[in-house]
């Protein structure tokens, strides 16, 4: 098929002319050999049964009559040289006369005759005749029909030869302009000197001729084009070089210019300068003053002695110059700190003063990285600046804050995140009122991990509601076949959570234990965000949910709050439980906050009750409830049966 595809115009022409001719001829021949040859031999049919009809009355009378000597009524035919056979049968086809012709050739087709010989006066059969004629007058007229149309097959084909000599002359100035537009050059114009004069293919050359001086000109066109377009692609990529490696905002060199300086001249040593508190800066001027003033920040530190580079955000850094030693380049910052603390901005009239942070690494593998670490470290301990050590391990705790995300992650995935319950008991007759639910994690030794060692990496991750939302469904799903009431803690990330509420929600709603559910809110997370947890404990209320507040006289305690909240029960922080006993500051606390949930009508709970003497101590106070490991320690419930 590729062959054909690729083939000359000639030869495709020839072959299609070929082809239909083919069809035609083999279709008209078909036909006409059919026509002719039924027609012979209805002839020869018809010939046979008129020599039948001429004796069959004779015949038939003699057979009635009993005669049986046929020969002066069968001499006509019989003397026929066409007939070869003739046989005559009575009723019981019993042959009465049976006649060949033996000077007859086999070799021919042969036509057989049979027909019914009837009583003269009634159409019962008395005999059948038949006759075999000979079929060589078919065979004479087939052969002169095979000659005929042989002699024609031979001159349809010399026509098509014919024919394709014609087509392949007529094409020949086709091949002759597509070698020349072959070897076309731009430059070098094409001479079209073809010896014919047909009016088609001299078109075709005028229209090359035109297409020619059109390419040449748009050949020019597109060389100026590609002139002005290496100019602009020039400039363009300059510009794209100076987007890659610059800050738009200030002109500094940016993080990237900063990584390929420092491979470039194998310098190990960075600071990062973060400006503090530059978000009030953007929340109380607004985000386009906030960039007016990074740029002014930008020219003047551009001014300084060390090279600038802006990191994003509120972030510089700057590498050490070549042939500077570590103390000069600390000292270089100390100086630029110090010099930044007297500097001061306009802005609408209004002295703003700029304080900022740094962090310094100092000959390290990853100088980005470990001067970030340094930075962080400054900013939590409220330092002007802070060098990288790698002994202080900071970042082997990042990587193991890494690696316990990840375990948290896949002990979500392979329901190992389990749940323990401390018993609370009354202080009135010791028995156990309700239990606190405790999370952790298990792992695959069968092993337990706290959660002050995973929760507040959780806290940090998009995790931590989750563990909330397997915490919920744990615990309700297992107090649901038992009576006591129980208790979970929340934070406040996890009532701003629209899904984390809705999925409390409809465990509430599967389980039935709206009533027995107690949510415990710190003290801190209630008081800082005190709309949120209002809204959050009024829509859980209308459940019939019960809240209490945790750690409570650890904080600034504001007790119009704690009324606003409408929780019904405070528990007392256990750092003033547990030296009760001994610290009679912390006796006078823990009356005064007893007093105060007496007088309002809520139940208190002692946490970190560890003594025989501080369960004593608390029950003489007045405290509702005890927890603690001399009250029960963190165990595992079973479902109880319905």
Request: net charge negative.
């Amino acid at each position: 098929m590729n062959r054909f595809k690729n083939a000359r115009l000639s030869t495709k022409l020839f072959t299609a002319l070929t082809l239909v001719t083919f069809i035609i001829f083999t279709t008209v021949t078909l036909v006409t050999f059919f026509i002719v040859r039924d027609l012979t031999i209805n002839s020869q049919k018809e010939k046979a049964a008129l020599l039948i009809d001429t004796v069959n009355p004779a015949i038939s009378l003699a057979l009635f009559l009993g005669i049986h000597d046929f020969g002066d009524k069968l001499s006509a035919i019989t003397k026929r040289p066409e007939v070869i056979s003739l046989k005559i049968s009575d009723a019981k086809r019993d042959v009465i006369l049976d006649y060949h012709h033996y000077d007859h050739s086999t070799s021919h087709e042969t036509i057989q005759i049979s027909e019914n010989l009837m009583e003269p006066s009634s159409l019962k059969v008395i005999g059948t005749i038949t006759l075999v004629y000979s079929g060589e007058e078919f065979t004479k007229a087939m052969n002169r029909f095979y000659t005929l149309y042989g002699w024609i097959s031979v001159s349809v084909f010399a026509i098509l030869w014919l024919m394709m000599v014609w087509i392949n002359h007529l094409l020949l100035p086709i091949k002759l302009i597509a070698e020349k537009v072959r070897n076309f050059k731009l430059g070098k114009k094409i001479i079209f000197d073809i010896p014919y004069s047909q009016r088609e293919f001299t078109q075709i050359i005028h229209s090359f001729e035109i297409m020619q001086e059109s390419v040449i000109q748009y050949a020019q066109e597109i060389e100026s084009i590609n002139k002005n377009l290496e100019i602009k692609i020039s400039e363009q990529t300059r510009e794209a070089i100076r987007h890659l490696y610059y800050d738009n905002l200030t002109s500094l060199p940016n993080r990237i210019k900063l990584q390929e300086d420092l491979q470039l001249n194998d310098i190990n040593t960075v600071a990062i300068l973060n400006i503090d508190d530059f978000k009030e800066i953007n929340d109380f001027f607004g985000i386009d003053t906030g960039d007016w003033l990074l740029s002014q920040i930008a020219h003047w530190l551009s001014e300084m002695k060390l090279k600038p580079y802006r990191m994003g955000g509120d972030e510089f850094a700057f590498r050490m110059k070549e042939g500077s030693s570590h103390n000069e380049f600390c000292h270089d910052i100390e100086m630029l700190l110090s010099l930044l603390s007297e500097k001061f901005f306009m802005i609408a009239e209004e002295t703003v003063h700029v304080r900022a942070t740094v962090g310094i690494a100092i000959d390290s593998d990853k100088p980005l990285i470990h001067a970030d670490v340094a930075l962080n470290k400054a900013r939590s301990a409220k330092l002007p600046y802070s060098v990288y050590d790698q002994s202080e391990g900071i970042e082997q705790q990042y990587q193991a804050n890494i690696a316990m995300s990840a375990h948290i992650r896949q002990a979500l995935v392979e329901h190992r995140i389990i749940c323990q319950y401390q018993p609370i008991v009354s202080c009135e007759n010791g028995k156990i009122a309700k239990y606190e639910t405790l999370v952790r994690i298990q792992n695959e030794d069968g092993s337990l991990i706290a959660p002050y060692d995973f929760l507040p990496i959780a806290q940090k991750t998009k995790l931590y509601h989750h563990i909330t939302q397997e915490v919920v469904y744990q615990a309700c799903h297992l107090f649901a076949s038992r009576d006591e009431q129980f208790s979970i803690n929340l934070s406040i990330s996890d009532m701003l959570d629209n899904r984390t509420v809705t999925t409390i929600e409809n465990i509430l709603r599967q389980t039935g234990t709206s009533n027995r559910i107690i949510f415990e809110i710190l003290e801190s997370e209630g008081i800082e965000n005190f709309d949120e947890a209002a809204s959050f404990i009024a829509r859980m209320k209308a459940f019939g949910v019960k809240f209490a507040i945790d750690d409570f006289g650890t904080g600034y305690s504001n007790f119009e709050n704690i009324l606003k909240l409408n929780v019904d029960i405070l528990k007392i922080d256990g750092s003033l439980i547990k030296s009760i006993d001994e610290n009679p500051r912390h006796r006078i606390v823990v009356e005064a906050i007893v007093d105060f949930a007496h007088r309002i009508g809520i139940d208190t709970v002692a946490e970190f009750v560890s003594s025989e003497e501080i369960l004593q101590n608390v029950t003489d106070l007045g405290i509702t409830y005890a927890q603690g490991f001399h009250t029960g320690k963190p165990q595992y419930l079973e479902h109880k049966p319905m």
